[in-house]
């Protein structure tokens, strides 16, 4: 992936190398024993459930690797990822089981969290040190070091690598995690997955270590795990919960490991990494097979296994002796040397006596809990060892089939176990040259320098070696009083998972917060933008500023001084007519007054333009303007009375919602008024666009009238468009009007069969008064009626002129189509629906606009043919020779605007009909 | 005004598609009323026709049109090809949809032609007028296909929400591109900055905050977006999937062509805003998300978080992070509506509710593996294309040095695995029998979705693939 910047990369050095072997290892030994495990298991669930988990295993085996051996940032996070994916997929596996789903779900949540703060951490770490290769970033530490960013990335590395590895406070998630089946437990939650985070934390501390808040932060979260992992422990009931603790409270010791800045410190990181993993594996293992034995995992049924289950025993003997840190066992050797790692002097002394005093008891209740595995599974009574307030279930139904015919495990399933305890035995007394090299190696890459590692088990009697003595005593008076010791801690609830489910219903909260605002009201949404828009003008826009400019106050000055003329005072009554128009709209109560009031300040707006002046805009301002009052008026009529009477009821009782839109309007009034002062205020006196057109507009495009000149020709293109705006609008008007109807008129036919001869009679009686009548059937009278035949031919003759000498004078085709579409709307108010569909037959719309865009098309093509090139003007009548009229020109603009014209009629008779039609025709 | 070949070519996938429309609308015509899905084949032809002629654009060098009004860039012509294809795929999805729902109706096709030919004509805009037009042409059709379902009452409120407040909106845009105007003396994005004595004139300021306030609104970033989760619950699912993908793509590309193509020499004076924009938007849409039952809805505040993490790259002034962002996001999120189209009675009433989800994993394993791996999209995992789209634009943003945006995304990002993740878990892990009726199999709408998915790993896995594509970015032809 080139254009990443980043490559698919792998690269082997001795860490990787360990972490290959633990994971390639302890996997085939862990397939072979889920083969075991999941053998005479359900036998329902064979076959291709089996399958599945395989699948799952195998792939995480390969997310592992791939983890461990990238040497790019981006694979390595791939990698990472995927580890999270597929132990969400072998968590989760039983997914009949509640505690499944929840356990997959928090660890999928936590880690793949974790994951996305890891890869910012490593982006940031990679823009830094330009590239993405992991060798050049842990090469580039001193400038990585350096960087402000430093505390930003290393937290972000370390949460990931927290939420990874279940440190406090994340660890909450491993334990829920125990929900997996146990080859994946074993495999995942001890020998693998979970140090991927230790993995990347001391593959990266060549890049970010040796400061002081890496020794800090590592150390202070490694060492409360490694407690809390410790303490918790204690408390469990569940053998496999028990594990998992212990577990975190391990992961902790080499958290903090990673965090001492000595030689030495890694040595005792890469011999713990390999001592848990084979210890820890072989217990899960045991763990597992214990539970197939007997179909219990709960601590207070098992007892006594031994004689049932004596090979097991001795396996599980072992390798506690090992978690107990006991000679001759390589998990004593760990705990040695995490012990004179501590030992070390460090800048703070206060970390010499706390650490190793925290390790020792850490190692003390490790011991107690490996004893608590081992012994009081397979020796000791049921039930032994526990207080009063750990209640014994009763004994499930499960386990009371199982219990009878508990037998030892088949050799298959121990042989797994059976290799890794005894490889926890056999590292430390041949000491085998290749595993002290293996072990150096990693070591040495991880510091960067070269560390030295024996696997020798005594020296000499050391500080560490008494300190190991004193965790060993501690531990066993732990064991022989743990009844009391977990009496204490039942009482002592020291939860994280309290604090996750706090966290999350606060998100809820907020979130429900977040959504009041969102009440479903347009009013709410439009003032909330309009706050919005207020704020950025004022913020954003520099309103201060622009307010202090002194253009303003010239400006005004001027003004003052300016002589009055009777353009002014025409100007002056046009302004406070529109102002005044707009504000009665807002105020009155009654729908259509507001509506007529809103209108006559739309013309109010067409008189000043007209006096700017600019006819041509002003005549469109004051037909657009008619046209929508008659519109709303119309579609006003389609509400029914009584909603309309609720509409103006509510407006009686103003709201304190009303006051704050009161406000708001007014604030948004004075901002567009200082922008329009502002605007008009710096405008130049002597304007830059419009001697442009003057000069232009006859010459280029054969049109006196700059506006025409600029609607067909300057700006052509963009009225092409808009001409495919104006023909979607209408396709949507009819598409929502029109069909609604038909679809309400055929609901309306096969609805009712009895009610149909009153309907008949109904109908029939409608039509005729409508025949003779008006809008709503009103009557009107013959004048009016005069007024509007004669108004139709009015408006085409009109429409015609404005088109054909429109190029050079006012008017256009869209003023031309606006122009009789009110005649059509005239007809529609003064003769009522029937008849005015009967005698104007001929408009359709659908060919009005149809014929609009082919006549567009078509002239735009054209020019071609007269080898000009597509979209140019072309005066056809020149070309021909044709016998025209003075100004009378048969030009690709004229075909134009007669195309604008029938696609604007085309759509205002859309919608004057639909709205035009009386209601009884609907429903 | 004279025009030649080369500036046919410029907007030829718009110019193809509104004459493929308007041929529709005849064609229609002639198509009896219980065989309208063949005006849905003919609209999804001539939308692969479109795709096919932007594709074969791609390569063609940058250069202006129609006096300027338009410009031709290869990642316009991208955008064209993204956006003609969800077109298409949208298509695949309406068949049984529409069908089961009664609206399987001519104007459906017709609208939603008409809608992508505004959003080609946006990616192209080099002058403020053409962008309002692409605008406006595009959002017309949508707020009648919000509405088509009439008469749902829910289908009537969405439109009438989402027209109320984009009429409000297009104001703002109006109103801004007047206040440009008025203090540039002209409407091309590339030298309204550049005209004598106005680059620190508070009215482009302004007016291009505004032009902001409106574009914002189309693509749903906070605080513009409160019409979003409303319209996108009660319109047709097709059509929502449609406007969280295509519409957004095109709101996107407008927003490039004003600040990362035009406007040249005033990247100090937007970022700080988008910037702002950005974290609100992924804070607010990321927290809302969390409190939804209902997909449909959810989903609405998850276009709205993706919005965010899109602006951060426009805030990096990184078009190519943004383009391949989008992309992602669109498969992605078609990948997930072509589940939903998918659940619901044969009465045509929809499941939404999450719950209605519940066993969807067992039941019909390959819809609910399309559905798992839209949400591990969404989130951002690898292999899937939202890791690496997240990557370019958190990238993008380091590289400017807005790290605290990054940094934002990426824990916003963590929080959005929550509410992603409970769909996994309810569609996969919960006991479940709740699950909705499932109607009739439909061919197309699997085609969708293999091909929404398709283009999630492929993309995921080979991005190089896309970004030789996106070409190198908006370039302003002043350089």
Redesign the interface.
Same mark, same amino acid.
Request: some cysteine; overall charge neutral; proline content about 3%.
């Given at each position: 992936?080139?254009?990443?910047g980043a490559e698919f990369a792998l690269a082997l050095d001795g860490l990787s190398l360990l972490f290959g072997l633990i994971i390639t290892g302890i996997g085939t030994l862990i397939t072979i024993y889920a083969g075991y495990y999941f053998a005479p298991h359900e036998p329902t669930e064979r076959g291709e459930a089996e399958g599945r988990f395989f699948l799952y295993l195998l792939l995480f085996m390969t997310a592992m690797l791939g983890t461990v051996l990238a040497a790019d940032v981006?694979t390595l +996070?791939?990698f990472w %990822?995927?580890t999270?994916?597929t132990s969400f997929l072998l968590i989760?596996y039983k997914?009949?089981h509640a505690a499944?789903?929840e356990g997959? +779900?928090k660890a999928?949540?936590i880690t793949?969290?974790?994951?996305?703060?890891l890869?910012?951490g490593l982006? /940031?770490a990679s823009?830094l040190s330009d590239s993405t290769d992991l060798s050049k970033i842990v090469h580039n530490g001193d400038a990585l070091r350096a960087s402000e960013?430093y505390h =930003?990335m290393l937290l /972000?590395i370390a949460f990931g690598a927290f939420t990874k590895s279940a440190q406090f406070p994340f660890h909450f998630w491993l334990p829920a995690a125990m929900s997996a089946p146990t080859p994946a437990s074993a495999f995942l939650h001890s020998a693998t997955m979970v140090k991927a985070g230790v993995y990347l934390l001391a593959r990266l501390y060549p890049a970010f270590g040796s400061t002081a808040t890496w020794f800090w932060m590592l150390s202070l979260i490694g060492m409360s795990t490694m407690l809390i992992g410790a303490v918790i422990g204690l408390r469990q009931t569940d053998l496999k919960a028990l594990l998992a603790y212990s577990t975190i409270s391990q992961l902790g010791a080499l958290t903090m490991l990673t965090g001492q800045n000595t030689p030495i410190a890694f040595k005792a990181l890469v011999i713990g990494i390999l001592a848990h993993a084979l210890y820890k594996g072989a217990l899960f293992m045991i763990a597992g097979g214990v539970d197939h034995a007997t179909g219990t995992r709960d601590l207070r049924q098992l007892g006594k296994l031994w004689r049932a289950m004596p090979l097991t025993f001795a396996v599980a003997a072992v390798a506690g002796l090992s978690m107990a840190g006991l000679p001759p066992l390589l998990g004593f050797l760990a705990k040695e040397s995490l012990l004179t790692s501590l030992l070390e002097p460090t800048d703070a002394t206060i970390t010499q006596l706390v650490q190793p005093a925290a390790s020792v008891l850490a190692g003390a209740l490790m011991l107690t809990q490996a004893a608590i595995v081992s012994i009081d599974t397979f020796v000791t009574p049921p039930g032994a060892g526990f207080p009063a307030c750990f209640n014994r279930p009763s004994t499930s139904k499960n386990h009371s089939q199982h219990k009878h015919h508990v037998h030892d495990l088949p050799l298959g399933m121990l042989l797994s176990p059976i290799i890794l305890g005894a490889l926890s035995l056999v590292i430390t007394t041949l000491q085998p040259e290749v595993v002290a090299t293996l072990l150096a190696q990693a070591a040495s890459t991880t510091y960067g320098n070269k560390v030295k590692v024996s696997l020798e088990l005594f020296h000499e009697i050391n500080l560490p070696l008494v300190l190991s003595g004193v965790a060993i005593g501690v531990g066993a008076g732990l064991f022989a009083w743990r009844s009391q010791a977990r009496a204490v801690l039942h009482h002592l609830m020291l939860s994280m998972d309290t604090l996750y489910n706090a966290i999350?219903d606060a998100?809820?909260v907020?979130?429900?917060r $977040?959504?009041q605002?969102?009440n479903?009201r347009?009013r709410?949404?439009?003032f $909330?933008?309009l706050?919005?828009?207020l704020v950025?003008?004022v913020a954003?826009? %520099?309103?201060p500023?622009?307010l202090s400019?002194h253009i303003l106050t010239e400006s005004l000055a001027t003004a003052l001084q300016g002589q009055i003329t009777p353009t002014e005072v025409l100007r002056a009554s046009a302004m406070t007519l529109a102002v005044a128009a707009s504000l009665v709209s807002v105020i009155i109560r009654r729908d259509l007054l507001a509506i007529l009031a809103f209108a006559s300040s739309g013309l109010a707006v067409a008189v000043l333009i007209a006096l700017e002046p600019s006819p041509d805009v002003a005549l469109v301002q004051a037909i657009v303007d008619i046209l929508s009052m008659v519109i709303l008026v119309l579609a006003l009529s389609r509400i029914p009375q009584h909603q309309r009477r609720q509409a103006e009821a509510l407006n009686k009782h103003p709201s304190i919602s009303n006051r704050y839109s009161a406000l708001l309007a007014m604030g948004v009034s004075l901002v567009v008024f200082l /922008?329009s002062w502002?605007?008009l205020a710096?405008?130049p006196r002597i304007s830059? =666009?419009t001697p442009f057109y003057e000069r232009n507009a006859k010459p280029l495009t054969g049109s006196a009238d700059i506006v025409g000149a600029i609607v067909v020709?300057?700006?052509?293109?963009?009225t092409l468009? %808009?001409i495919?705006?104006f023909?979607?609008?209408g $396709?949507?008007?009819?598409?929502?009007l029109r069909?609604?109807m038909k679809?309400?008129e055929a609901s309306r036919l096969t609805d009712s069969g009895e009610s149909e001869n009153n309907d008949l009679e109904e109908r029939s009686r409608l039509t005729l008064s409508n025949k003779l009548s008006g809008i709503d059937g009103l009557r009107t009278s013959p004048f009016v009626r005069m007024v509007a035949r004669a108004a139709m031919p009015l408006s085409l003759m009109l429409a015609f002129v404005q088109m054909v000498y429109g190029h050079d004078q006012p008017g256009d085709g869209f003023t031309a189509g606006v122009t009789v579409s009110l005649a059509v709307g005239l007809w529609y108010v003064v003769f009522g629906y029937e008849r005015t569909k009967q005698q104007l037959a001929a408009f359709k719309p659908p060919l009005l606009i149809?014929i609009g865009?082919l006549i567009v098309?078509l002239s735009s093509t054209s020019p071609i043919l007269f080898g000009q090139?597509? +979209?140019?003007?072309y005066n056809f009548g020149e070309a021909l020779h044709l016998p025209l009229p003075h100004g009378f020109d048969l030009t690709t603009s004229l075909l134009f605007e007669l195309a604008i014209c029938l696609v604007v009629l085309g759509s205002a008779i859309f919608i004057l009909d639909t709205l035009g039609r009386p209601s009884h025709m609907e429903e | 005004m004279m025009i030649n070949s080369t500036d046919v070519v410029a907007v030829l996938p718009f110019i193809s598609v509104a004459l493929g429309s308007v041929g529709l609308l005849i064609a229609d015509l002639l198509i009896p009323a219980e065989r309208r899905h063949v005006t849905a084949w003919l609209a999804a032809a001539l939308l692969l026709t479109a795709a096919v002629i932007a594709l074969s654009l791609l390569g063609s060098p940058t250069f202006e049109a129609f006096g300027g009004m338009v410009i031709s860039d290869p990642t316009a012509f991208f955008l064209d090809t993204l956006i003609c294809t969800i077109g298409l795929v949208t298509i695949l999805l309406t068949l049984r949809y529409n069908q089961v729902r009664g609206i399987l109706r001519g104007e459906f096709y017709i609208l939603l032609a008409l809608s992508i030919s505004g959003m080609t004509l946006v990616t192209h805009a080099n002058n403020l007028l053409i962008l309002l037009l692409g605008i406006e042409l595009l959002s017309i059709p949508l707020y009648v296909l919000c509405g088509i379902a009439r008469p749902r009452l829910e289908s009537e409120e969405s439109a009438l929400k989402y027209f109320l407040t984009g009429a409000f909106a297009s104001g703002f845009l109006v109103y801004g591109i007047a206040l440009t105007y008025g203090a540039s003396g002209t409407l091309s994005l590339q030298t309204a900055p550049a005209a004598p004595n106005v680059s620190g004139d508070p009215l482009l300021l302004i007016g291009i905050g505004l032009i902001l306030v409106g574009l914002g609104f189309k693509v749903a970033a906070v605080p513009f977006h409160l019409w979003a989760p409303d319209t996108y619950e009660g319109a047709p699912t097709t059509v929502t999937a449609f406007m969280a993908t295509a519409t957004k793509v095109a709101g996107f590309a407008a927003l490039l062509r004003v600040l990362h193509g035009g406007l040249p020499g005033m990247e100090s004076t937007w970022q700080p805003l988008v910037a702002i924009i950005a974290a609100a938007t992924m804070i607010v849409g990321n927290l809302a998300a969390l409190a939804q039952q209902n997909l449909k809805r959810m989903l609405a505040y998850s276009s709205i978080a993706h919005a965010g993490y899109a602006l951060v790259g426009v805030a990096a002034h990184d078009t190519t992070s943004v383009v391949f962002y989008l992309t992602g996001y669109a498969f992605t999120t078609l990948a997930a509506f072509a589940v939903i189209t998918a659940i619901g009675s044969s009465e045509g009433e929809e499941m939404q509710f999450l719950e209605a989800y519940s066993g969807l994993g067992r039941q019909k394993p390959l819809l609910g593996a399309v559905l798992a791996i839209a949400m591990f999209s969404l989130i951002g995992i690898p292999p899937t294309v939202g890791f690496i789209g997240k990557y370019f634009v958190f990238q993008a943003a380091v590289a400017k040095g807005l790290v605290w945006l990054a940094v934002l995304g990426v824990l916003t990002s963590a929080m959005a695995a929550y509410y992603y993740l409970r769909v996994v878990m309810v569609a996969f892990i919960r006991e479940g029998s709740a699950a909705a009726p499932l109607p009739t199999p439909s061919a197309p709408r699997n085609l969708a979705a293999a091909i929404s998915v398709a283009a999630v790993f492929v993309l995921g896995v080979v991005p190089a693939l896309l970004l030789s594509m996106i070409g190198n970015g908006m370039l302003s032809t002043t350089p």
């Open positions: 992936m080139p254009s990443l981006i +996070f791939v %990822e995927m999270s994916i989760a997914t009949s499944s789903r997959a +779900f999928l949540f793949g969290a974790g994951g996305i703060a890869l910012a982006l /940031l823009a960013w =930003v /972000l999350l998100l809820d907020a979130a429900q $977040v959504t605002l969102q479903g347009v709410r949404y439009l $909330v933008m706050v919005a828009m950025l003008v954003f826009g %520099e309103l500023r622009l400019n /922008l502002y605007a710096s405008r830059v =666009v020709d300057f700006r052509g293109f963009d468009i %808009e495919c705006v023909g979607t609008a $396709v949507g008007v009819m598409t929502l069909l609604a679809k309400a149809g865009v098309l090139p597509f +979209f140019s003007p | -």
